[in-house]
């Protein structure tokens, strides 16, 4: 679970976000029943940007969660990470086809969790989810939290 673990610590600040997504993806899958594994495939909207360091491990962290929960639970077909540097904001998307999560288990600790990580760096979060029509977890970062104005990522 190397590619796990390195999303948590922090890394260079430039480094590539969506490969990093990318990378979980496929391990997580790997680590699935091949015959039940879901596609899993990363979008990216926009430029690249950089992204402050202690966000992106904020942000890295949201994101794993989020995957491990769709590779767990949602027995999906379809496993999706969408990363979109936007002007004003960086929007990070994780949805899945999958059964859904039902109202019982939102405010379990998964979930808490993630609102928690997204609270403190004064990102927005926000879950959809029906049964039997999957879940997306959108993560929503003002420009001014998730970019370093110099580029650098500090």
Same mark, same amino acid.
């Given at each position: 679970?190397?590619?796990?673990?390195?999303?948590?610590?922090?890394?260079?600040?430039?480094?590539?976000?969506?490969?990093?997504?990318?990378?979980?993806?496929?391990?997580?899958?790997?680590?699935?029943?091949?015959?039940?594994?879901?596609?899993?495939?990363?979008?990216?909207?926009?430029?690249?940007?950089?992204?402050?360091?202690?966000?992106?491990?904020?942000?890295?962290?949201?994101?794993?969660?989020?995957?491990?929960?769709?590779?767990?639970? &949602? =027995?999906?077909?379809?496993?999706?990470?969408?990363? #979109?540097?936007? $002007?004003?904001? +960086? *929007? %990070?998307?994780? !949805?899945?086809?999958?059964?859904?999560?039902?109202?019982?288990?939102?405010?379990?600790?998964?979930?808490?969790?993630?609102?928690?990580?997204?609270?403190?760096?004064? &990102? =927005?979060?926000?879950?959809?989810?029906?049964?039997? #029509?999957?879940? $997306?977890?959108? +993560? *929503? %970062?003002?420009? !001014?939290?998730?970019?370093?104005?110099?580029?650098?990522?500090?």
């Amino acid at each position: 679970m190397r590619s796990i673990h390195d999303m948590r610590a922090p890394g260079p600040a430039n480094s590539d976000f969506a490969e990093a997504i990318s990378v979980l993806g496929k391990e997580l899958a790997s680590e699935v029943d091949h015959a039940s594994s879901p596609t899993f495939r990363v979008v990216v909207e926009g430029s690249p940007r950089a992204i402050r360091a202690v966000v992106r491990d904020e942000i890295c962290c949201i994101a794993q969660e989020a995957l491990r929960n769709a590779y767990a639970h &949602a =027995h999906a077909r379809i496993v999706e990470a969408e990363v #979109a540097y936007e $002007e004003k904001l +960086l *929007r %990070v998307r994780i !949805r899945d086809d999958g059964i859904g999560i039902n109202e019982t288990h939102l405010g379990e600790a998964g979930l808490k969790g993630m609102r928690e990580r997204a609270k403190h760096i004064g &990102a =927005h979060l926000e879950v959809w989810s029906q049964d039997k #029509a999957g879940t $997306e977890i959108e +993560l *929503r %970062v003002p420009e !001014r939290i998730a970019y370093k104005a110099d580029g650098k990522g500090t």
